[in-house]
């Protein structure tokens, strides 16, 4: 495909059940990135990989959360025993390499936790 | 603490008229900033760029202007037309990190309105 595809596009799951989110990058592109969108903010980095090395997950909120890029190129984003704040748009990027070039952003994965 | 500020939430123009859109940032290592359109359900798309050592940009209807010492940039979109009603995003990121990531900081937004 063109573009960043993500899915599911929607997923409501109940407190303490697991989610796994989708991303396939643009094909050939090295670098991929996670975000978290909540209601009325910006984008929130994540973590970062650069082929299949996580070189980055500073910005995961607590060890509950979890991302892997095995073959370079698909990328899940695992959350355990989901809580309510984990609620939020969950937005994939990639770009051509890991500095200086802009990065694409897929459609996003809604995460409603009731 | 916001290192990328957009203070206005929400700027309505009218069609024909320009559109300005400003950015603050205060991390001094940032030189490498971005400017993102996003439309209700779509992930952000990317607009425009520009990396320190410029002072502007342009691509056709958008300018982006970057002030290194106030820390400030702006976008112009000129002439704006009702397509453009979205929310615009501020993204800014060091160019070199030692072992990090271009992770991008953003800001949190500004509504922009076009009306016919």
């Known amino acids: 495909g063109a573009g960043v595809s993500q899915s599911p596009r929607y997923k409501v799951a109940k407190r303490g059940q697991d989610v796994a989110l989708r991303c396939d990058p643009i094909?050939?592109?090295?670098?991929l990135f996670w975000y978290q969108q909540a209601l009325g903010q910006g984008p929130e980095f994540l973590t970062y990989f650069q082929n299949e090395a996580q070189l980055d997950k500073s910005g995961l909120p607590s060890d509950r959360f979890f991302a892997e890029r095995p073959e370079g190129s698909v990328s899940t984003l695992k959350i355990q025993r989901t809580q309510q704040e984990d609620s939020a748009v969950y937005l994939c990027a990639s770009s051509l390499a890991a500095s200086g070039y802009e990065q694409y952003f897929g459609p996003g994965t809604r995460l409603t936790v009731t | 603490d916001q290192q990328v500020k957009q203070n206005s939430p929400s700027l309505s123009v009218q069609e024909g008229r320009i559109s300005i859109l400003n950015c603050d940032y205060t991390n001094s290592m940032f030189d490498y900033f971005l400017w993102y359109k996003k439309y209700p359900a779509e992930g952000p798309t990317f607009l425009i760029s520009?990396?320190?050592?410029?002072d502007k940009n342009e691509d056709g209807r958008f300018t982006v202007f970057l002030n290194k010492s106030a820390k400030h940039l702006s976008l112009h979109i000129v002439p704006s037309q009702p397509g453009d009603s979205a929310v615009y995003f501020c993204a800014a990121s060091p160019l070199f990190t030692q072992g990090g990531s271009e992770k991008l900081v953003f800001g949190k937004g500004t509504k922009l309105t076009v009306n016919p």
């Open positions: 094909s050939g592109h090295v670098s």
């Open positions: 520009i990396s320190s050592i410029k």
